[in-house]
C-alpha cells in the first residue's frame, strides 16, 4: 500500500515551521520569506517520515492469518 503526500499539507506546515521559527527568535516579520526554505526541508522530511511509518502500520495490519497460524 502506497501512501500519497498532500503537497497544501507540506506548505501550511512548512509555514507553520517557519512562523514558530520566527517568533521563537524573534525576528521581523520580513525574515519570514527567508527562513521558509529551510522550513520547506524538514516540513519534507517529516512527511516523508510518517509516510514510512503509516505504511509500516498499514504492512502490520495486512498480515495474511495464514502467517499466524501454528
Known amino acids: 500500500m502506497t501512501y500519497t503526500i498532500d503537497r497544501s499539507e507540506i506548505f501550511s506546515f512548512a ?37 514510512v511509518i503509516a505504511a509500516e502500520r498499514a504492512a502490520l495490519v495486512l498480515h495474511p492469518v495464514s502467517e499466524y497460524r501454528c
Open 15 to 51: 509555514w507553520t515551521l517557519a512562523r514558530k521559527q520566527l517568533w521563537s527568535n524573534r525576528l521581523p516579520a520580513s525574515e519570514l520569506r527567508n527562513l521558509f526554505p529551510d522550513a520547506l526541508r524538514r516540513a519534507w522530511a517529516e512527511m516523508k517520515r510518517r509516510a
